[in-house]
T-cell receptor, first 114, second 112 residues
């Protein structure tokens, strides 16, 4: 079974630009969560998608948005990029939306905003 | 606001030594998960504990969930260089939103 795959692996953007990050969930997993991990910190919850609907959101502004597709893959979109958006963006999939079951994480997308 | 504090933040030990990493909070969690993350990779789930007082063993790793479900510890016996990495604890909530609260992590270096 394939794990969680994310693309691209690295990305450099200019402040003010928009970016789209992509995630394919592990086979059989219908839930995708996105996390932001700044250097030297633990991941922070952005939002979760379950059956193509947003199912919970962390303390991130509306310029962070997402989608989930019928095949359960997902996109994270960030508009009006700021320097502080530079981080590792992690996608995690699971069989259920309940956080108590644990997640399978992808290797992440390293976003640098200059 | 729920927070998880890990200690120590950095640990450098010799191969064969034992170590304990702590994860503490003033909040109650439905579950406590431990992940290990290597540079350039995503976190990998090691264990999930859900019952207060629960102890789980994974080879040389022992995980404990506090009786009040507010804290947890990870103990490694006879550490090996392959144990090197970032260890993250994460608390799961009672709501069905999938939000995990992560600690800031403990960077472990095991020297041969």
């Amino acid at each position: 079974e394939t794990g969680v795959t994310q693309s691209p692996t690295h990305l450099i953007k200019t402040r003010g630009q928009q970016v789209t990050l992509r995630c394919s969930s592990q086979s059989g997993h219908n839930t995708v969560s996105w996390y932001q991990q700044a250097l030297g910190q633990g991941p922070q919850f952005i939002f979760q998608y379950y059956r193509e609907e947003e199912n919970g959101r962390g303390n991130f502004p509306p310029r962070f948005s997402g989608l989930q597709f019928p095949n359960y893959s997902s996109e994270l979109n960030v508009n009006a990029l700021e320097l502080d958006d530079s981080a590792l963006y992690l996608c995690a999939s699971s069989l259920k939306p309940d956080s108590n079951y644990g997640y399978t994480f992808g290797s992440g997308t390293r976003l640098t905003v200059v | 606001t729920q927070l998880l504090e890990q200690s120590p933040q950095f640990l450098s030990i010799q191969e064969g030594e034992n170590l304990t990493v702590y994860c503490n909070s003033s909040s109650v969690f439905s579950s406590l998960q431990w992940y290990r993350q290597e540079p350039g990779e995503g976190p990998v789930l090691l264990v999930t504990v859900v019952t207060g007082g629960e102890v789980k063993k994974l080879k040389r790793l022992t995980f404990q969930f506090g009786d009040a479900r507010k804290d947890s510890s990870l103990h490694i016996t006879a550490a090996q260089p392959g144990d090197t990495g970032l260890y993250l604890c994460a608390g799961g909530g009672s709501s069905n939103t999938g939000k995990l609260i992560f600690g800031q992590g403990t960077t472990l270096q095991v020297k041969p």
